[in-house]
C-alpha cells in the first residue's frame, strides 16, 4: 500500500520559472491537502480539496494554483516561481467529516528556488 | 479560527528521562487533537490522537497524551527516551469551529543526548 506518493521528491527552479508538483493517494479518500513547512512556521495549508470537484485556499495560496484531476490526484502548480516559494511541500490526505482520521502524509518535495 | 500553540521550539533531555512536550490548544468546540512525528528527510506519521473518551490516550512508540479540557491542553510525554526518539514533533487540531482541515503547531524539535 503505497499511501501518499508526492513527484518530484528535489527540485530546483529559476525565479519565473513553472512547474508542478504531483500528488497521488490510493486510500480513497476524499480530502486532499498541500501544505509548505519551513523552519519555525510549522506546516502552513496553502489550498486543500474536501471532496473531487471543489478546492479552495489555504492560509498561504498566493503564488499557487491547484487542481483536484479526480479522487486519486491533486496537483500543485507555481505559476512563476520566487525565491520566497523555497520549501518544503506536502501532500496529505484524508477522510472528511464523520469519525476523526488523521492525516496522511506524503514524503515531501524539497524545492530550491535560486 | 483554530489554533495550536507548542511552547519551545527545541527540547533537549538525556537518554532514559522524561520527555515532555507542550502543546495548548484553542477551540470554541470540543476539538479533535493529535501528535506527529516527523523524522528527518521524511513526511508526517501520526504518534496518537485524541477524538472523544478517555482522556489519557497512548500512542506508538511508547507515547502517550492527556486531554485536559480546563487547561485547553494535550501535552505529549514518554517516560524513558531513547535516541531513536529524536525527531520534529507535531501538535494539530481540527474540527474546532466545524472544520476537519488539520492545523499544525510550528513543532518542537526533540534533542536526545547519550
Known amino acids: 500500500n503505497a499511501g501518499v506518493t508526492q513527484t518530484p521528491k528535489f527540485q530546483v527552479l529559476k525565479t519565473g520559472q513553472s512547474m508542478t508538483l504531483q500528488c497521488a493517494q490510493d486510500m480513497n479518500h476524499n480530502s486532499m491537502y498541500w501544505y509548505r513547512q519551513d523552519p519555525g512556521m510549522g506546516l502552513r495549508l496553502i489550498y486543500y480539496?474536501?471532496?473531487?470537484?471543489?478546492?479552495d485556499k489555504g492560509e498561504v495560496p498566493n503564488g499557487y494554483n491547484v487542481s483536484r484531476l479526480n479522487k486519486r490526484e491533486f496537483s500543485l502548480r507555481l505559476e512563476s516561481a520566487a525565491p520566497s516559494q523555497t520549501s518544503v511541500y506536502f501532500c496529505?490526505?484524508?477522510?472528511?467529516?464523520?469519525?476523526?482520521?488523521?492525516?496522511?502524509f506524503g514524503q515531501g518535495t524539497r524545492l530550491t528556488v535560486v | 479560527a483554530q489554533s495550536v500553540t507548542q511552547l519551545g521550539s527545541h527540547v533537549s533531555v538525556s537518554e532514559g528521562a522524561l520527555v515532555l512536550l507542550r502543546c495548548n490548544y484553542s477551540?470554541?468546540?470540543?476539538?479533535?487533537l493529535f501528535w506527529y512525528v516527523q523524522y528527518p528527510n521524511q513526511g508526517l506519521q501520526l504518534l496518537l490522537k485524541y477524538t472523544t473518551g478517555a482522556t489519557l490516550v497512548k500512542g506508538i512508540n511508547g507515547f502517550e497524551a492527556e486531554f485536559k479540557k480546563s487547561e485547553t491542553s494535550f501535552h505529549l510525554t514518554k517516560p524513558s527516551a531513547h535516541m531513536s526518539d529524536a525527531a520534529e514533533y507535531f501538535c494539530?487540531?481540527?474540527?474546532?469551529?466545524?472544520?476537519?482541515?488539520?492545523?499544525f503547531g510550528r513543532g518542537t524539535s526533540l534533542i536526545v543526548h547519550p
Open positions: 477551540s470554541s468546540v470540543p476539538p479533535y
Open positions: 496529505a490526505s484524508s477522510e472528511w467529516g464523520g469519525a476523526a482520521t488523521e492525516a496522511f
Open positions: 494539530a487540531v481540527s474540527k474546532a469551529g466545524g472544520s476537519y482541515i488539520p492545523t
Open positions: 480539496s474536501a471532496s473531487e470537484g471543489t478546492t
